[in-house]
């Protein structure tokens, strides 16, 4: 007789995958001032991303390694009336934060709105159930919340993601809700007035310059923090190893964790191509086209742990890694072909140990 395995949430959110540190957060937060509506004071929300040791042991796992201060910029925005903006790069876990962020101060994260250049109006404000409204006429039965307005109502965050990629005349939308912090409906003559805990965390990326500029009369309604790539290699490697140890739990990979050392065989090339210098500072290089960031990184482990556990022993090794390494930095088939082929020859070719990766990188691409 067969049986239908049981189906397994692919990506959670937050606050079920860390509810037991969320738990443990609150019970140790009990003295400290919180704003109102917040389920973790501002301490608390820190430290459940940083992560760190609670007075009776028990141990949180960091979700950002990075500077703090930028961390208790982002919380301390929060508790104000500006909104928040995280910008950076692609890859440099602006959506992740963000995220976290709101399960931690509002105790859910699903309040989300995905921008788009197809974004319209309706999904910032609210739209309307048309059979109801011509059943019944415009009412408060038939209208259809946004996550904005659920926000506003409810006292919650919002996450509000890619700002730059929704259209400016929508993105203005906004100006009202968050300098009034009311959301007028004119077909009911009534308005939504936010309650205390309401504030919304957008992210955007800063390689989208020129696709929607904000307006400066938006721009001035958030504080803006800016998350840079990781200082050090030894940071980056730290990163990636974790990252990709959740996720391959998560995808139940049936494969080893990657060996520092291929993390840090990747890392040292994402890093030295973006910055187009060696480590060692003596030989520049020509940067390729695409980011070559953190989260890429993690992406193309990922990749190649994939293939180490369904076409391999198990053990991420070199060929495993080329082909994902290889699609990340040759986005543009003829110059990015060029600089990487030019970065094997005379870097890769000539470090110790490496001889294993360069004759894989080279199948890969020719």
Wanted: net charge negative; glycine share 8%; aromatic share 6%.
């Amino acid at each position: 007789m067969s049986t239908t395995p049981a189906t397994t949430v692919l990506r959670p959110h937050a606050e079920d995958v860390y509810a037991e540190e969320l738990a443990a957060l609150r019970a140790a937060d009990h003295d400290r001032p919180k704003p109102p509506n917040w389920h973790l004071s501002p301490w608390a929300t820190v430290t459940y991303l940083l992560g760190g040791k609670l007075d009776n042991g028990f141990e949180i796992e960091p979700k950002y390694i990075g500077q703090r201060r930028l961390m208790e910029i982002a919380v301390a925005t929060l508790a104000t009336d500006r909104a928040l903006l995280l910008l950076g790069v692609p890859g440099t876990a602006k959506s992740w934060v963000s995220e976290h962020l709101t399960a931690a101060i509002s105790g859910r994260s699903d309040l989300l709105v995905q921008g788009t250049a197809g974004t319209s109006e309706d999904a910032i404000r609210y739209s309307w159930n048309y059979a109801r409204l011509i059943a019944e006429g415009p009412s408060l039965g038939a209208l259809v919340p946004s996550p904005l307005f659920k926000g506003m109502k409810e006292g919650r965050l919002v996450r509000l993601e890619e700002l730059t990629r929704i259209p400016s005349d929508v993105q203005d939308t906004l100006i009202t809700m968050l300098s009034e912090k009311v959301l007028p409906i004119p077909e009911l003559s009534t308005e939504v007035q936010a309650t205390s805990g309401f504030n919304v965390i957008a992210t955007a990326n800063d390689r989208d310059k020129g696709v929607n500029e904000l307006s400066s009369a938006l721009r001035r309604r958030f504080n803006t923090v800016v998350l840079p790539l990781p200082n050090s290699a030894e940071e980056e490697v730290r990163i990636v190893q974790t990252r990709v140890e959740k996720q391959g739990k998560a995808l139940q990979l049936p494969a080893e964790a990657p060996a520092l050392e291929q993390i840090g065989r990747l890392v040292t090339i994402f890093r030295e191509l973006r910055s187009g210098v060696t480590e060692n500072g003596k030989t520049k290089l020509k940067s390729p086209s695409g980011t070559l960031s953190t989260g890429e990184a993690i992406s193309v482990m990922n990749s190649g742990l994939a293939l180490a556990a369904y076409f391999g022993d198990g053990s991420l090794r070199a060929h495993d890694l080329a082909a994902g390494l290889t699609g990340a930095v040759v986005k543009d088939p003829v110059q990015d072909r060029t600089i990487w082929l030019e970065y094997l020859e005379t870097v890769v070719k000539e470090r110790d140990g490496w001889k294993d990766l360069y004759r894989a990188c080279r199948e890969v691409v020719e």
